[in-house]
């Protein structure tokens, strides 16, 4: 019987185990961490001592270093009369963006030789301050020295010094009063639509995936909000937020005051500055009614939203199973136990049934939905599915941003005859998509014809009964609010609704009626 036998290691075994060791011990050594924050590129390399020469070793770009290694940058500063001068990077009335901007004691400054390149303050910034019509209201909202003050490097040196505490990276600065965020559409569809095309114009790249070599916002500043004073009652708006910049701070009046009593300059590498009184100074605010329409005058990618709508739908697990080119999705969002702005219950209910023949005989997906009664994340679902939304002129149809813009994308607002409002009509443009809005009103003879405008040609058909009217851009009506627009008895006729949602989904004409 023979006995294995075990030899010894030979030499070269020995030097390979020794290798493998060595390898293994560097390995457990390393660290995969944050890679070190560069210095601003905002700031002038200079003002940033001692990380220079951090960021000048040999090895700097080939090394992961540890965050237990990163360098804090807290504190800028410059030689003698050789402060940072602030940079406007984009501006339209109400949107500014800002490299190097300065704060004390509750002042912003703009640090600049040359003031003349500094767009009027009034629509830069305001007192932040409820807005309310007629002139000597636009007055006491203008901007004063307590606010916004525009300095010289001499001034800034006698006012600084020669350091300031750094605000690195993205800051968003609202300075707007609570009245207008609290509300769900005005913060998705207004302040957060604003702020976004602002920034991303500075990316004319952005896919249509969304994909942005855009740095994400570091933190947002209310200046005159506190914190119970952003959220809106059904709390989408920091659904939103969340859901974008999910590593996002967030400061409050308070915070605003505190950097106030310190007594300390600050110097922010870049801010995006919004004021809803200031961009009320632009001709194009004055025309559309729309904060958000004067962003619209900077350059900007087709697929700017689309970084935005799918950081919030893919929150919500839209992402998860869900096939773009699977059939058509209506929803329509019902106001009937809303209380206000409500259909005829009769008129209600024909056109669910109207919606309903659609599905059928076409096999259409439908919804009929009231919207708070679904949770947030399956309002956000519904919405990147949805191909048609409906609804009376109010809230629920904010969810129209979150729809994915395509050839057949529509948006149909149902108002009281006579009346119209261009809140949901101008957003629904502003994303590439189309919006009708339709009249009922069985009270004007019938020989009246109804009118049905496209972007691109108009025809004219005659009414079934009374006056059922569609119209779209470029021909929409004046604003108005008749009697009754807030009421509970709005008309509307189903079949002409379904006949829209017909055409617009290039199905075959039903046989019925």
């Not at 700097?60 to 290694?69: F, G, L, V």
């Not at 804090?72 to 009335?93: A, F, G, I, N």
């Amino acid at each position: 019987m023979l006995k294995s036998t075990v030899s010894a290691p030979t030499k070269r075994e020995f030097f390979l185990i020794a290798l493998l060791l060595l390898a293994l011990l560097s390995l457990s050594r390393a660290s995969i961490g944050v890679r070190e924050s560069r210095a601003s590129r905002l700031v002038p390399e200079y003002v940033v001592q001692k990380y220079n020469s951090f960021l000048d070793s040999p090895s700097q770009d080939n090394e992961i270093p540890s965050t237990e290694s990163e360098l804090w940058r807290t504190r800028v500063t410059w030689p003698s009369l050789e402060v940072p001068s602030t940079t406007v990077v984009s501006h339209v009335p109400g949107w500014t963006i800002f490299d190097n901007l300065f704060l004390l004691n509750g002042t912003v400054f703009v640090v600049t030789d040359d003031p003349e390149s500094v767009p009027d303050p009034k629509t830069i910034t305001s007192k932040g301050i409820n807005i309310l019509n007629g002139p000597e209201a636009v007055a006491s909202r203008l901007p004063t020295d307590r606010e916004f003050r525009i300095i010289t490097t001499y001034e800034a040196q006698e006012l600084f010094g020669t350091s300031a505490d750094l605000i690195d990276g993205t800051t968003w600065v609202v300075n707007d009063p609570p009245k207008f965020i609290t509300h769900y559409y005005h913060w998705a569809a207004e302040l957060f639509f604003g702020f976004w095309r602002t920034y991303s114009s500075l990316d004319l790249s952005i896919s249509a995936d969304g994909s942005s070599f855009l740095p994400a916002v570091r933190r947002i500043w209310f200046v005159h909000s506190e914190a119970d004073r952003w959220r809106d009652y059904a709390l989408m708006n920091q659904w939103v937020l969340r859901s974008v910049f999910p590593s996002l701070t967030a400061e409050y009046a308070a915070d605003w005051q505190d950097r106030a009593e310190m007594g300390r300059p600050m110097i922010l590498d870049r801010v995006v500055f919004s004021d809803r009184s200031a961009a009320m100074h632009g001709e194009t605010q004055r025309e559309s009614g729309r904060t958000a329409a004067e962003a619209f005058a900077l350059p900007g990618s087709v697929h700017w939203w689309a970084t935005i709508r799918g950081a919030v739908t893919k929150f919500s697990r839209l992402d998860e199973g869900f096939d773009e080119g699977s059939k058509p999705v209506i929803t329509y969002v019902s106001r009937q136990e809303w209380g206000r702005r409500q259909l005829i219950l009769e008129d209600h209910e024909k056109l669910v049934q109207e919606l309903y023949k659609l599905r059928d005989q076409h096999g259409v997906e439908v919804n009929v939905v009231s919207m708070d009664k679904l949770s947030h994340a399956e309002q956000f679902r519904l919405a990147g599915r949805t191909t048609i939304m409906m609804g009376v002129h109010g809230n629920g149809l904010t969810s129209l941003v979150w729809m994915k813009p395509s050839p057949k994308a529509t948006v149909i607002e149902f108002f009281y005859p006579k009346g119209f409002a261009r809140d949901y009509e101008y957003t629904t443009r502003l994303l590439g998509m189309v919006h009708y809005g339709v009249w009922n009103d069985e009270c004007v003879p019938a020989v009246l014809r109804r009118y049905v405008y496209s972007f691109f040609m108009m025809s004219l058909e005659p009414a079934r009964s009374g006056l059922d009217r569609t119209f779209t851009s470029p021909k929409v009506p004046k604003v108005a609010y008749p009697d009754g627009f807030q009421g509970n008895s709005i008309p509307l006729n189903g079949e002409v609704v379904a006949k829209l949602c017909r055409e617009r989904l290039q199905l075959p004409a039903s046989d019925e009626h």
